[in-house]
């Protein structure tokens, strides 16, 4: 079994190889560690770990938390494909399909970019609209989207008027980035956290745009 933790530790030498150390120690091993944010003496990282099957997740949050300044903030079960080149191998993917190019883009962007789900929408007279979805994303729409069109990305508010209420009632986190165009937009949604940060909200971003400019 693997699982996606998302750890904040202080930013200094030594933090993350204790880290490995006190997973280690309750059966875990560290498959991939990606930096997701740093600010002033801390660091946010993604790690993909794998335990023993049967293993609770509660045991790598004790053992992660026992070290001083380190704090879990989410754990999720993790069944992606582990890949130091996703944002490549997605606009290799999308640039080659010849047909659906945006079933191919919300298909793989959960797995690049570590969501629960993506969705593209677009905006016409008639209002909003879904162009595409991945597996997992809700059937349930918006009645209205009041930040579109978007010309930059951005982290939406979760908790607002437009949010479906079954999004809310899931504290389903949410970000979106313009397609090459500001009438249609990619958005990520991330049911029960963790939150964006700002910097996965501009690797977003920049995916997006590049992929905007692959579809034209």
């Not at 770990?49 to 949050?61: A, C, R, S, Y």
């Not at 001083?68 to 079960?77: A, E, L, N, Q």
């Not at 979805?133 to 982290?155: C, F, H, I, Q, V």
């Not at 949410?174 to 690797?203: C, H, I, Q, T, Y």
């Amino acid at each position: 079994m693997s699982y996606l933790l998302r750890v904040r530790l202080p930013d200094r030498p030594g933090s993350l190889g204790a880290l490995a150390l006190a997973l280690g120690s309750v059966g875990a091993d560290i498959l991939s560690l990606d930096v997701v944010d740093r600010g002033a003496g801390f660091a946010i990282d993604d790690l993909v770990v794998d335990v023993e099957p049967g293993k609770l997740p509660d045991t790598l949050i004790t053992a992660a938390e026992a070290l001083d300044g380190v704090m879990v903030d989410s754990i999720r079960p993790y069944a992606g494909i582990l890949d130091t080149h996703r944002e490549l191998e997605l606009i290799d993917q999308v640039s080659a399909a010849r047909d659906d190019r945006l079933q191919v883009l919300v298909d793989g962007a959960p797995r690049v970019l570590r969501v629960s789900w993506a969705t593209v929408i677009g905006i016409g007279p008639q209002g909003a609209y879904r162009i595409a979805g991945s597996p997992g994303a809700p059937e349930t729409r918006p009645a209205d989207t009041p930040w579109m069109p978007l010309e930059k990305p951005m982290l939406l508010d979760h908790e607002a008027d437009w949010v479906p209420r079954l999004w809310r009632d899931m504290d389903t986190m949410l970000a979106a980035a313009p397609l090459g165009k500001p009438d249609r937009v990619l958005m990520l949604g991330r049911p029960g956290g963790p939150e964006f940060r700002p910097s996965e909200v501009a690797r977003m971003g920049y995916l997006a745009g590049i992929i905007g400019t692959v579809l034209g």
